[in-house]
């Protein structure tokens, strides 16, 4: 029977920080995931949320600001040696630019999102790729022109022939430039772009590392921005594969297709969890647990019925706004958060999940990311802050 020092349910954010930080440490671990993961979902930039005024039960109460300093340094490292670098730390702002043309600032940033030197550029291309689905140069340009009024905005609209005219998502277009960049430095090289100048496009530069970015940019004067885009989006990929190369240059197992089932207990102990496929189910045994399931959103957290939510694997305790009244606010928009957003599984400063009466219900169970209730994740800003943090203490621990 083999036994893995530390299994990992999950491959969202939290669960791929938690495997790869275990495995930094030369643990044997092990990765049952059941679904993609989260991130091909999400951005790319890491937000934080705010530090002050948290609620006793928040998860950033629990993690400590030593753990979260760290988790933002590890995740850079970890995207450097994938050749995708990072910019920013946990106390920083870097505005990116969104695909409808607003910055929006976050804390840890992919180097070619990084637009905080637009405001020192004279003229500023927006470039539009024909076929390129939910993309809008004039937009762009237009709701850019309200954070820099002083600034030259010209849009263009290249055809790169890709797909034979068909509309196609910007992961089309990240995965069919990749080893084909020429085709796009040629076309970006026609607008005569200067040192002087920047140029905005839609982030299709390749779905790993920097190599696609790098041949584009060599041959450019201006420097050059990807935006944000709708999921699946090329810079979360490129995130997700910097983290799955390092898990497995570590050795780690990972499991796909595996749905965890339950967990095998002993008093107040896991000692492995039951994975069930569509033959059999397997035990997986192991010293440590790190629960990344997610929130409602990945089914981490279930509902069959109103105030009675649910984790499906060990039946945690889950904290609940008890009461209609509390569940949501009037205005779905508001300026306070939302009381379902607050349900998750509270824990003690070692993320082991706790009862109603702050009792450990498993010692070597962690709890991390989405899992995590007593915040409102969305409304703060602190989903992403929140995932890494939380798993980097959970893989130290």
Known sequence: MKTSNVIVIGSGLAGLMAASV???????????????????????????GSFENLLVHHPYKKIGSKNIDAAAKFLCDIAAQANFPYVGKSSSQIPIVTAVGTL?????????????????????????????????????????????PEKIFETAKLDLNLLGGRDITCMDAAQI????????????KTLNASEDDAI??????GLEGNSSRAAVKSQLRA?????????????????????????????????????????????????????????REKIFHARKIILAT?????????????????EPIFDLP????????????????????????????????????IDENDKVVFENLHVVGANLGGCDKIFERSAGGISIASAYKGGIL
């Not at 643990?27 to 790319?44: A, E, F, M």
């Not at 409602?296 to 957290?301: E, V």
């Not at 008890?322 to 928009?333: H, P």
Request: hydrophobic share 40%; with cysteine.
């Open 294 to 310: 997610g929130g409602f959103y990945s089914g981490g957290i279930q509902m069959r019925e109103f105030d009675n939510p649910f």
């Open 200 to 205: 905005i496009i839609p982030p299709i530069l």
């Open 104 to 148: 929006k600032y976050s804390v840890l940033v992919p180097e070619s999102m990084n637009a905080g030197n637009l405001a020192n550029k004279k003229k500023i291309f927006v470039v539009e790729i024909k076929g390129l689905k939910d993309f809008y140069a004039a937009m762009i340009a237009d709701n850019l022109k309200k954070y820099f």
């Open 318 to 353: 889950v904290f609940f706004p008890e009461g209609a009244e509390k569940w949501s606010n009037k205005n779905l928009f508001s300026d306070k958060p939302q009381g379902f957003s607050m349900t998750g599984i509270f824990t003690n400063e070692n993320l082991n999940p």
């Open 22 to 48: 275990a495995a930094s440490r030369k643990q044997k671990v092990t990765v049952l995931t059941y679904g993609s993961g989260s991130l091909p979902l999400t951005s790319g930039a890491i937000d934080f």
């Open 223 to 279: 420097e050059i921005f990807e935006t944000t885009c709708l999921p699946p989006s090329p810079p979360g990929i490129r995130l997700q594969r910097a983290f799955i190369k390092f898990l497995q240059s570590a050795g780690v197992r990972i499991f796909e297709n595996s749905k965890v089932v339950r967990g095998v207990v002993d008093g107040k102990k896991v000692t492995g969890v039951v994975v069930k496929n569509s033959v």
């Open 177 to 188: 430039l990749t080893g084909n960049e020429q085709i796009l430095a040629d076309e970006l």
